[in-house]
Structure formats: C-alpha cells, structure tokens
C-alpha cells in the first residue's frame, strides 16, 4: 500500500515537474507582459518535434538534442514576440487570447502537415531506461532524471532571478514597467529575453516530455489547460507559485487517474474550479 | 399627460429629434428585412442544402448567444459549448426516454441550460479576465469529461441517437429532406433573434454595452454589476440551451462534440470573424464560417486548420471589428462621399 | 448641523505602506470642503475608502447615522455618495447622451428593464439633454466618448456623476488638464449645485481652492495635517512649507 503511494507519489512529482518546466514561461509572460498565451504549449510541441527530428534525421544523441530544442526553440519566441506578440501587449485579453488560438491552430496544422497525426517515438539512451534502487523502493531511472534537470533548472533560475542583474531588471519590469523603463532598464529587451527564455524552457521541456507526456499534433490543446491551470491557480509573476501548483496537480492528476480511473480527468477540472473559488488571485498570485 | 409635460421641456430644449432618434431604439431597417428574407429565400432555391441550412441556423443562435456576454457584456468564456451540449443531451434524453414532443423539449434544454448558467455565472462574475477564462474553460472541459464517462446515459464517444421526434405542433413530421427541420430552425432562431434585438436595445442592454465599456465606472453610477452579469449569462447559457437542443432535435443524433472545446473555440471565431457587439456579426460569421468549412474542410482538414489560424490572427491584429466592422466602416465612407 | 458624512479612524495600508492613518472628518451637510496636500498623500485613497473600492484596514465610514464601511460601491451611490474619477473613467463606446441616459436610468433603478428602448425613455432622455446643456455638452450628444477632447471628457466625467443626483459629491481634481477658463466655468457649475448637496472636492490649483473652499483639510503623508476656514488655511505657516518645501524641492 505505501510502496503504491508512494510510487504514486514519485510519478506525480516527476510529471508535476514535467508541467512546471514547460508552465513557466507561461506564469512569466503572463505576470511581466499581462499577455494570455494560449500558444504556449505550441512551444513545447516545438521542442518536443525539433528534438525528435533531430534523433531520427541526424542521428543525434538524445541528451544532446536536448540543450538544441532549448535554443532553437527559444529562438522562434524571440522572433515571434518582436514580430507579433509585442503589439498585442497593450491588446484586451480576449484579443490576446483569440490571437493565440490562431497561432496554436497555425502550429498544430503545421506539425500535422510535416509530421503526420500520430504520436512520435522516442528512444531514450540505455542508462535512463529502466528502474533505479533508491531507499528500498524501485523507482523510474528516467522520472528521477526528469526531477533531477528540473531541480537544476529550478535552482538555476533561482539564481538568475535573484542573484544576477537581468535577473533584477526582470523582477522590476514585473512589478511596475513603467517604473522599469524610468530607471534606464530597456523593458523591450527585458520583455524579448524573458519570452525567448520561457519559450526555450517551454521546448525543453516538451522535448523532454516526449516520453512521459507524449507528443503529436494536438498536444498544444491537450495539455493547455493543464498550463494555465499551474499559472492560475499558481499566480502568474512568481516562480514558487506555479511550482507548488503544478507539483499539486501532478499528484493529483496522476493519483486521480490511479485510484478512481472512472472519474479520471474529472478530477483535475474539479479541483482547479475549487482552487480558483478559493484563491481567485491564485496562491501566491497578485495579479488575477 | 406625460407627452405634453415632454414636449414642452423639449420645446424649452431645442432637443434635435434627431438626436433622440439615434438613441437605441429597435426599429426595423431596411437592410434587416432583406437580411431576414434571404434564409426564407434559400429555403425555396436550394431544397438539396436544406441540412445544411438548418445547422447554419442552429449555429448562428448559439453564436448569438455567445454576442450577447461577449460583445454585449465583455464577459470572455471558453466553455460556451457546455450549455449548448447541455441543452443537446435535455432535448435528446427525453426523447429517447419516449416524449418527442418538440416544442417542450427545446423549452426544456432551454431550462436546464438556464439553471446550470445560473449556478456557473456566480464563479465567472468573480475575479478578473483570467480568472473567467480558466472556469469556463474548466466547466466545458468537466461536462465533456462527466458526459464522456457517464456514457451509460449519453452513449458516450458513440453519441445518443433513436431521437425520435414527433410531429411539430401536431401537424409537420420531420422528414428526411429537412424541410420541417428547416423552417423549425428558422422560426426557432427568428423568435429569439428578435426578443433579444429588443432585450440589446433596452435600458438593460445599455446597462451590457456599460459594463462591457467602463466596468470601473458602473458601479460608480449605482448599477450592480453583478447582479446584471449574473442576469445576461443566465439568458445567454438559455439561449445556447435551445440552440442545442434544435440541433438534438433536428439531426436527431447528439455527439460529444456539442460539448468539446473545439466547439467553443469556433464559436469565438466565428463571433470575431462577423463582428461581435451587433447581433447580426454572430449570424453573418456564423454563416460564413460554415459555408466555407464545409467546402474548404472537405478538401483538406489541415489546411482548413491553418488558415482558419491564420485569419483569426490577422482579424485581431488588423480588422478587429470583423466583417460587419468592415461594412461599417465601408459603410461611413460612402456616406461621406455621399455628401 | 447635520452630519452628512464622517469618517472614524480611517486607515489603509499596503503590505508596508500607509496610504491612509487614522483620518477622522466630519463634514455637515451643504459643506464646501476642499482636501488639499502634496501628491502622494492620499487624497484618492481616502475618496476610494469613503466610496468603498478600497476596503479600509481599520476605521469607519458614516452616512448620516448610518454606518456604512461594509456597504458595496453602487449601494453607496444608491444612498446618494457619488463620486468622480481623477483619470477618467467613462465609457468610451458609448456616446455622451447614451451615457448620461444610462446613469439617469441606473439612478431610477430603470436600468433593469429589458422590454422596452432606450429611445423610448422619453422622460429620461430629456432630463440628461437638460444635464448636457447645462454643461455646454449638447452640440457632442451624439459623439462617441473616445472621440472627445480631454477637456470635454472632464465634462462628461461632472456630468455622469451628477445624473445620480447626489447628496454628497466627491470630486476628485475636477479641473485637472482643462485650462483656467473652463475650469473656472466648471466649478460655477458646481457652485451652482443646490446648497443642501455636500461637496468633497480635491484640488491642487489654489485659487480655485480658495475661490470656492469654505473649508479646506490639508492632508500629508496620509494623515490630516490640520482643518480649518479658508482664511485659516491660508495663514498657517505649517501649509505653506509643506507646499513651499516641496517647491523647493520640486
């Protein structure tokens, strides 16, 4: 029974992370820019495909296709925020979000196009298949390499919010933009690098995805409400927010679907009706 | 009594007639006659269409519907198809359990629709954009989910079918060329349409285009807010209620999709294609979305996908009133050269 | 003398700042009151806790003898507390006499009818023309709100708030951005408001202040510094290098 819950409990921590990682860029961009990205997930698909791509075209190895996913698809957001993005800051949000929808059909037309409807196989290197002993119990090798990327990435990302001076022009634009732009911080750049970096982070984690999350052309659909359910329920702007969030959601969708299958997905709507009733401003939120 | 005490104050006022005249008012132009008598036309000149004809209709009042909270109130929802299905399984369920009469059942989808709006609107008055954005999103993805496991009532991915429907008010029988179903549709649509044209024209509908253009400033003139979004979803969640169970009763089948979020999404589009905040911009895109997604999409399901994308990005970025805003503006132009 | 209305130990803090400590005013009906103070000292954020879009984190609000801190926005509009915007805040879609007709309706508890026109609300429709006229607004009746110079805005913004027929008016920099000609003109309006009306007004030109001030609180830091009688006010060496060091300063 506990080895049950507690392996439940790993795997919701594995796929909670998974979720975090890619949601981050979201909470960002919707704390610093006010802009409802519903395409956001269209960015992790990136990832994931760019990835795959480069594994099955070019022979690249998994664990160096990845740190590519990261830039390249980093890249595309950059272009599409000085492009497109950036003249919708100003934009309702019901603009914001319609335009987005569009780029999120634009996307997955695309990927059905190149790439075909079905889902993509991935091969994993040898050592991350397979289960690792730890404490007694028989956990996923792969999982645990997932929990481990994001924990460095959590912390590195720590480190650069609080630590470096983009870091603080980020946290200043965040809390008054106008403020921002007064000191001399160029919020433009700000806004760029921010988006680019929550889109590469995004990719990467659609990337490393693939296994748990799997990855086809519906995927922005499928799991968008999952992101905006961690930066809802989170509170856009913050990085600990959405991190207590989507760990939440991870264990509980991933319990739900274990122990009552019947009610399966139900449960996760459930709950964030219930978290957004509650919390209208989400967790740790300050703007709703 | 009271027209002579008006018009003394307007003789005091030198109050232009024409000034009152252009205050909402609900009489019937020109242009909206022609409008109406097109889809009674179409019924005589393309009797092969007729199917499609009817699911123009259905969804041009459902798109209706969505105008009034978004275009009207400035309340944003991705989750409308949760009473269009819900008025869907109503009208479907009760005939399949043997009552097929078709008036009291779209009444009853209607209902539902209602009761289940009004229980949600109090969760989507609160809090901001985002928030409304996540429970309705959150409501449709419920329903779908709860319809979905629940198949031993709706059937599930299979959908419900034996909707069988008897004869409308007793005398026309549904036939297999959707005729009846047609002019059903219509009527069904044209009643509604013109109850709500006066409902947007009211002082209550002024009250929507206020809270939709200063929601900072209602409250400070006295109006509670709540209470009137409360009020105009309960009605639009009605609305879409009987458009879905038009459309149960019509094509007899219901599916899961009339709850899947893929519908709510070319719900909006079809709004902002047409303009929202004019009524007729709900049934123009509605008309326009369809004619082509059902040449266009049977040529090619991805293509369809992308530029349907495409569009929705260029109407938000460059012609955000949409078609009608287009005319409009057309329209203002002309008249200008005019004079 | 009536109190129309009165604050008791009115307070607002933000996590670490206080906007507004321990305000405490009485204001008797037909008041002529101006609240003055550098910027920053929290003369909105007062005008937001007596209207209630702040909730205040410790003190009371009063209307007459009612007690009203927990009382919604519209239900203190309802009771005759109105208030205006320093930015403005209108209706931008709207056109001015649709505005106007809106707010008169909302104050007629009208606004809920659904089965009738606006166009047929004769009544209503003559009394905003008259509001309009009164405020040389009738030649824009027709013009949509974000078509409108600033100025006229201003005027609209007076206008909204006078079609619900307050009891107590609270004015937040009424004159702010219009030119000295217009805003002298603006405030004979408001002069020219029945004498029972009370009115709260926030103003930093001076001249206006004393032209139409019978009372004037000088507010600074979020406290109220002191109260007086115009002529008061205008002596007091406090005010003066309140004003003055920030001149210097500035």
Same mark, same amino acid.
């Given at each position: 029974?506990?080895?049950?819950?507690?392996?439940?409990?790993? %795997?919701?921590?594995?796929?909670?992370?998974?979720?975090?990682?890619? *949601?981050?860029? !979201?909470?960002?961009?919707?704390?610093?820019?006010?802009?409802?990205?519903?395409?956001?997930?269209?960015?992790?698909?990136?990832?994931?495909?760019?990835?795959?791509?480069?594994?099955?075209?070019?022979?690249?190895?998994?664990?160096?296709?990845?740190?590519?996913?990261?830039?390249?698809?980093?890249?595309?957001?950059?272009?599409?925020?000085?492009?497109?993005?950036?003249?919708?800051?100003?934009?309702?949000?019901?603009?914001?979000?319609?335009?987005?929808?569009?780029?999120?059909?634009?996307?997955?037309?695309?990927?059905?196009?190149?790439?075909?409807?079905?889902?993509?196989?991935?091969?994993?290197?040898?050592?991350?298949?397979?289960?690792?002993?730890?404490?007694?119990?028989?956990?996923? @090798?792969?999982?645990?390499?997932?929990?481990?990327?994001?924990?460095?990435?959590?912390?590195?990302?720590?480190?650069?919010?609080?630590?470096?001076?983009?870091?603080?022009?980020?946290?200043?634009?965040? %809390?008054?933009?106008?403020?921002?732009?007064?000191?001399?911080?160029?919020?433009?750049?700000?806004?760029?690098?921010? $988006?680019?970096?929550?889109?590469?982070?995004?990719?990467?984690?659609?990337?490393?995805?693939?296994?748990?999350?799997?990855?086809?052309?519906?995927?922005?659909?499928?799991?968008?409400?999952?992101?905006?359910?961690?930066?809802?329920?989170?509170?856009?702007?913050?990085?600990?927010?959405?991190?207590?969030?989507?760990?939440?959601?991870?264990?509980?969708?991933?319990?739900?679907?274990?122990?009552?299958?019947?009610?399966?997905?139900?449960?996760?709507?459930?709950?964030?009706?219930?978290?957004?009733?509650?919390?209208?401003?989400?967790? =740790?939120?300050?703007?709703? | 009594?009271?027209?002579?005490?008006?018009?003394?104050?307007?003789?005091?006022?030198?109050?232009?007639?024409?000034?009152?005249?252009?205050?909402?008012?609900?009489?019937?132009?020109? /242009?909206?006659?022609?409008?109406?008598?097109?889809?009674?036309?179409?019924?005589?000149?393309?009797?092969?269409?007729?199917?499609?004809?009817?699911?123009?209709?259905?969804?041009?009042?459902?798109?209706?519907?969505?105008?009034?909270?978004?275009?009207?109130?400035?309340?944003?929802?991705?989750?409308?198809?949760?009473?269009?299905?819900?008025?869907?399984?109503?009208?479907? !369920?009760?005939?399949?359990?043997?009552?097929?009469?078709?008036?009291?059942?779209? !009444?009853?989808?209607? @209902?539902?629709?209602?009761?289940?709006?009004?229980?949600? +609107?109090?969760?989507?008055?609160?809090?901001?954009?985002?928030?409304?954005?996540?429970?309705?999103?959150?409501?449709?993805?419920?329903?779908?989910?709860?319809?979905?496991?629940?198949?031993?009532?709706?059937?599930?991915?299979?959908?419900? +079918?034996?909707?069988?429907?008897?004869?409308?008010?007793?005398?026309?029988?549904? %036939?297999? =060329?959707?005729?009846?179903?047609?002019?059903? *549709?219509?009527?069904?649509? $044209?009643?509604?349409?013109?109850?709500?044209?006066?409902?947007?024209? #009211?002082?209550?509908?002024?009250? /929507?285009?206020?809270?939709?253009?200063?929601?900072?400033?209602?409250?400070?003139?006295?109006?509670?807010?709540?209470?009137?979004?409360?009020?105009?979803?309960?009605?639009?969640?009605?609305?879409?209620?009987?458009?879905?169970?038009?459309?149960?009763?019509?094509?007899?089948?219901?599916?899961?999709?009339?709850?899947? $979020?893929?519908?709510?999404?070319?719900?909006?589009?079809?709004?902002?294609?047409?303009?929202?905040?004019?009524?007729?911009?709900?049934?123009?895109?509605?008309?326009?979305?369809?004619?082509?997604?059902?040449?266009?999409?049977?040529?090619?399901?991805?293509?369809?996908?992308? &530029?349907?994308?495409? !569009?929705?990005?260029?109407?938000?970025?460059?012609?955000?009133?949409?078609?009608?805003?287009?005319?409009?503006?057309?329209?203002?132009?002309?008249?200008?050269?005019?004079? | 003398?009536?109190?129309?209305?009165?604050?008791?130990?009115?307070?607002?803090? &933000?996590?670490?700042?206080?906007?507004?400590?321990?305000?405490?005013?009485?204001?008797?009906?037909?008041?002529?009151?101006?609240?003055?103070?550098?910027?920053?000292?929290?003369?909105?954020?007062?005008?937001?806790?007596?209207?209630?879009?702040?909730?205040?984190?410790?003190?009371?609000?009063?209307?007459?003898?009612?007690?009203?801190?927990?009382?919604?926005?519209?239900?203190?509009?309802?009771?005759?507390?109105?208030?205006?915007?320093?930015?403005?805040?209108?209706?931008?879609?709207?056109?001015?006499?649709?505005?106007?007709?809106?707010?008169?309706?909302?104050?007629?508890?009208?606004?809920?009818? &659904?089965?009738?026109?606006?166009?047929?609300?004769?009544?209503?429709?003559?009394?905003?023309?008259?509001?309009?006229?009164?405020?040389?607004?009738?030649?824009?009746?027709?013009?949509?709100?974000?078509?409108?110079?600033?100025?006229?805005?201003?005027?609209?913004?007076?206008?909204?708030?006078?079609?619900?027929?307050?009891?107590?008016?609270?004015?937040?920099?009424?004159?702010?951005?219009?030119?000295?000609?217009? #805003?002298?003109?603006?405030?004979?309006?408001?002069?020219?408001?029945?004498?029972?009306?009370?009115?709260?007004?926030?103003?930093? %030109?001076?001249?206006?202040?004393?032209?139409?001030?019978?009372?004037?609180?000088?507010?600074?830091?979020?406290?109220?510094?002191?109260?007086?009688?115009?002529?008061?006010?205008?002596?007091?060496?406090?005010?003066?290098?309140?004003? /003055?060091?920030?001149?210097?300063?500035?």
């Amino acid at each position: 029974m506990i080895g049950n819950l507690l392996g439940v409990l790993f %795997d919701g921590i594995a796929y909670g992370s998974l979720l975090f990682l890619i *949601s981050i860029g !979201l909470s960002v961009t919707m704390g610093l820019m006010n802009f409802v990205n519903l395409a956001h997930g269209a960015f992790a698909m990136l990832g994931g495909y760019v990835c795959v791509s480069l594994m099955t075209r070019l022979g690249v190895p998994f664990l160096a296709a990845l740190p590519v996913a990261f830039v390249a698809t980093a890249l595309v957001g950059m272009v599409l925020e000085r492009l497109l993005y950036q003249r919708l800051y100003r934009a309702s949000h019901l603009d914001q979000v319609l335009f987005s929808i569009g780029l999120t059909f634009m996307a997955i037309a695309a990927a059905t196009f190149v790439f075909g409807p079905t889902q993509q196989p991935v091969s994993l290197p040898e050592f991350l298949r397979g289960q690792v002993q730890v404490l007694g119990l028989d956990l996923g @090798a792969y999982r645990l390499f997932l929990i481990a990327v994001v924990i460095a990435i959590t912390l590195a990302l720590g480190y650069l919010i609080e630590r470096t001076r983009f870091g603080a022009q980020i946290r200043a634009a965040v %809390d008054n933009p106008q403020a921002s732009a007064g000191l001399g911080i160029n919020v433009n750049r700000v806004f760029a690098l921010t $988006f680019a970096l929550g889109s590469g982070l995004a990719g990467l984690g659609g990337a490393l995805g693939i296994d748990v999350l799997g990855l086809d052309p519906t995927f922005p659909i499928k799991y968008m409400v999952y992101f905006l359910l961690v930066v809802a329920v989170g509170g856009a702007g913050t990085i600990q927010g959405p991190l207590v969030a989507a760990l939440l959601l991870g264990v509980f969708d991933v319990a739900g679907k274990y122990y009552v299958p019947e009610i399966g997905a139900f449960v996760i709507y459930a709950l964030m009706v219930v978290l957004l009733i509650l919390f209208p401003a989400g967790l =740790y939120g300050r703007r709703a | 009594m009271m027209g002579d005490k008006v018009t003394t104050l307007l003789k005091q006022t030198h109050v232009q007639p024409a000034t009152l005249r252009r205050l909402l008012h609900d009489r019937w132009q020109a /242009l909206e006659v022609v409008f109406w008598l097109l889809p009674l036309a179409a019924f005589f000149l393309f009797p092969d269409y007729l199917v499609l004809g009817s699911q123009i209709l259905i969804v041009g009042l459902f798109a209706v519907s969505l105008d009034l909270i978004l275009g009207y109130a400035g309340i944003v929802s991705l989750g409308h198809a949760a009473f269009f299905g819900i008025g869907a399984y109503t009208a479907g !369920l009760l005939a399949v359990q043997g009552w097929g009469e078709p008036l009291s059942g779209l !009444l009853a989808g209607g @209902a539902l629709a209602a009761l289940v709006g009004y229980a949600v +609107s109090f969760l989507v008055v609160r809090g901001g954009d985002l928030s409304r954005l996540m429970v309705t999103l959150g409501i449709g993805l419920m329903l779908y989910e709860a319809a979905n496991k629940a198949a031993f009532i709706t059937g599930g991915v299979d959908g419900l +079918s034996g909707v069988e429907m008897w004869k409308l008010l007793g005398l026309f029988e549904f %036939d297999l =060329y959707g005729k009846t179903a047609y002019l059903y *549709s219509l009527a069904v649509l $044209f009643g509604c349409f013109v109850m709500l044209r006066r409902l947007v024209n #009211s002082p209550f509908g002024l009250s /929507l285009r206020g809270l939709r253009e200063g929601p900072k400033r209602m409250p400070a003139i006295g109006a509670p807010v709540r209470r009137r979004q409360v009020a105009i979803f309960t009605v639009s969640a009605a609305v879409a209620g009987i458009a879905g169970a038009l459309l149960a009763q019509t094509t007899q089948f219901v599916g899961l999709d009339v709850l899947g $979020f893929p519908r709510s999404a070319e719900l909006l589009i079809m709004l902002v294609l047409g303009g929202a905040g004019r009524l007729y911009g709900a049934l123009v895109g509605a008309a326009v979305f369809m004619l082509a997604q059902d040449y266009l999409a049977g040529l090619n399901p991805a293509y369809w996908q992308f &530029w349907i994308g495409l !569009l929705l990005v260029v109407i938000v970025l460059f012609a955000r009133g949409g078609i009608m805003g287009g005319l409009e503006v057309l329209y203002a132009r002309l008249g200008r050269k005019a004079k | 003398m009536t109190v129309a209305l009165r604050t008791q130990g009115l307070s607002k803090r &933000w996590g670490a700042f206080q906007a507004n400590s321990d305000i405490s005013l009485s204001f008797p009906v037909g008041a002529r009151h101006a609240l003055i103070g550098p910027n920053g000292a929290g003369k909105t954020t007062f005008i937001n806790l007596l209207t209630g879009v702040y909730a205040p984190s410790a003190g009371e609000v009063f209307l007459g003898e009612e007690r009203i801190t927990d009382l919604p926005q519209h239900q203190r509009v309802k009771r005759g507390l109105t208030r205006t915007f320093q930015i403005n805040t209108l209706f931008p879609g709207l056109t001015v006499l649709e505005s106007v007709v809106l707010a008169i309706l909302e104050r007629k508890g009208m606004a809920g009818l &659904w089965h009738k026109t606006v166009a047929s609300q004769r009544e209503e429709s003559a009394e905003a023309w008259e509001l309009l006229k009164t405020l040389h607004l009738e030649r824009d009746a027709d013009t949509l709100t974000r078509s409108l110079p600033y100025g006229k805005q201003r005027l609209v913004e007076i206008a909204l708030a006078l079609a619900t027929r307050p009891k107590i008016l609270l004015l937040d920099e009424p004159a702010a951005g219009i030119p000295a000609a217009e #805003s002298a003109e603006l405030f004979s309006v408001i002069a020219g408001l029945p004498r029972e009306v009370t009115i709260l007004f926030i103003e930093h %030109d001076m001249e206006l202040v004393f032209r139409f001030a019978e009372r004037i609180t000088v507010l600074v830091g979020g406290r109220v510094l002191t109260e007086g009688t115009a002529a008061q006010i205008a002596v007091d060496p406090r005010v003066k290098e309140v004003y /003055l060091g920030e001149a210097q300063h500035g």
